[in-house]
C-alpha cells in the first residue's frame, strides 16, 4: 500500500513537472517577444507587426518590482469597504461607456443580434438551408438568451445585454479572486489579483462585446469554484452547480470545451494524487452537464421555430482555415468554411470529405516547406497572443457609415487612431509585459512547491495556446486564458521583490559587519 502511494506521488510529480516545463516554454517564448516586439490590429482585423524597445519594458519590470517590494511592508489589509468602493466606481464607469458609446453589434454579434428581432416578429428565415443558423448552429445558445433578453430588455435589447456583461465581469473577477486565494492561501495576492484584473483594460472594452466571451468565461470559473469545494466538502449541490455552469459556458461559447477538458485534467490529477476513485464521478457529472445543455438547446430552438437543428459547417472547416493564409494574418478568417460550406451544396458529409482532403494538402504543404511552416505559426502564435490591446479598440470601430451616430469626443479618442488611442496601446503593451514577465518568474520560484490545483489556471492557459495553433485564430478567445496569468504574475512580484530584498539585507549586514 505504501509503495502504491509513494508510485502515485511520484506519477503526480512527473505530470506538474512536464506542466510546468511546457507552461514556462511558452510563457518565456511569450515574454521575449513582448518585449522585443508586438503587433496591432485595424478596424479590417488586419495584423501589423511592430517592434518594441525592451529598455522601456526592462524600466517598467524594474519599478513594478519595486513597487510590490513596498506592498509586501504592507501589515494591514486592505479595507473592503474600499475594494467595494472601487469596484462601485468601475461599474459605474462601465455602465456609462455602454450607454456613451452606443455600440450597435458587429460581424457574427449583429446577425445573432438581428436574428433574435426576426424571431420576435415570427420570422425564422435564417433557419433555412444557406442560411446563417443553419452553417452555425453552434451559436444557438447564444441566440436563444438574446431571444429571451429580448422580452426583458425591448428595442435596445443590445444595451441591456452590455450592462449584463458588465455584472458577468464582476462575477468572473471575484471568482478568479476566489480560486486566487484557494490556490495560494494568501489574501495579499488574491486582493492584488483582484487589482490587476481591474488594471488589465483591454477585458473592459469587452463588456459592448455582446458575443458570449464573458458570459461563457463566468460559468466556466463558477464552475471551477465549485468543483474545488466539491473535492474539499464533497457536498453533492457543488458538484450539480458545477456541472450546469461548465454546460452554460460551453453553450454561450463552444471554445470553452477547453475548461471542462483543464478541469478534468485536474480532476484526473487529483486521482492519482490521493487515490480517489469517486473522482471519476466528478468527470461523468461534468461530461452529463456539457451533454444535457447540448441537447437541450436545440429542443428549445425547436419549440419556438419549429425548425430542425442541422450539422451545419463541420468543426474542421475552422481547423483547415486555421492552417490557411489570409489577408489579415497567418490562421486568421478568410471565409473558407463558408466557401466549402456553400461550393458543397451545404452537405455536412461532403463538406467534411473536402475539408478533411484539404487539411492533408495543408499538412503536405508545411512537411515540404519547414522553413515556411515555421514562419506560418510563429506569426499566427504572435498576433494571437502578443496583440496587447487583445483587439479591444476593434469592438468599437468598423461601423457602418449609414449606422454611425455621433459619438462623444472621448469615445471617438479612445477608440480612434489617434494620441489617446495610442497611449492606451503603450500602457496595454507594457502591462502585457509586466504579467508575462510576473508569471515565468512565479513558476520559476515556486517550480518544486507547486500542487496539482495551482495548476489548474495553466492547465486552461496551456489548452488554450495549443488549441489556438491549430484553430481559428483571434485575440478575442486568446484573452480569456491570458487574464489567468494575472494570479501567477501578482504572486511572481511578491515573492521575487521579497527575496530581493532579504538579499539586499542580508549583503547590507554583511557590511556593517
Known sequence: M???VEINKKIEKIIIYAVEIIFIFILSFLTIESMFRSCSITSSETTTYLFDNPIIHIITISITIFIFSKINKIKKDIDKKIVIGLVCIWGLISAIWIFM???YPRADQRYIYNITLQMKKGIFDSFEIGKYMVANPHQLGLLLYEYIFSFIFGVKNYLGLQLINVVALFITYFSIYKLTTYMF???????????????????WFYITFIYGNIIGLMFSMISLVFILKYLEKNKIVYLITASICIGL????????LIMLIAIVCIIILDMISNKKINNIGIIIALILGYLVMKILVPIIAFEITGKEKVKGIPMLAYVEMGIQEGTRAPGWYNGYNRKVYANNKYDYEKTTIQVKKDIKESISNFKNNPKYTVEFFYKKVVSQWNNPTFQCFWIGRGIKDAEKKVKPAIVRAINGNGKTNKILFEYTNIIQTIILFGATICILINFKKINGKQLVFAVMFIGGFLFHIVWEAK???TISYFILLIPYSIRGYLQLSKKIQEFLNNKYKKLIK
Request: glycine letters at 2%.
Open 2 to 4: 505504501v509503495i502504491s
Open 101 to 103: 458609446s452606443n455600440l
Open 185 to 203: 492561501k494568501d489574501k495579499k495576492t488574491s486582493i492584488c489579483t483582484l487589482i490587476g484584473l481591474f488594471l488589465f483594460i483591454p477585458m
Open 249 to 256: 459556458a460551453i453553450m454561450f461559447k463552444s471554445n470553452y
Open 475 to 477: 485575440c478575442q478567445y
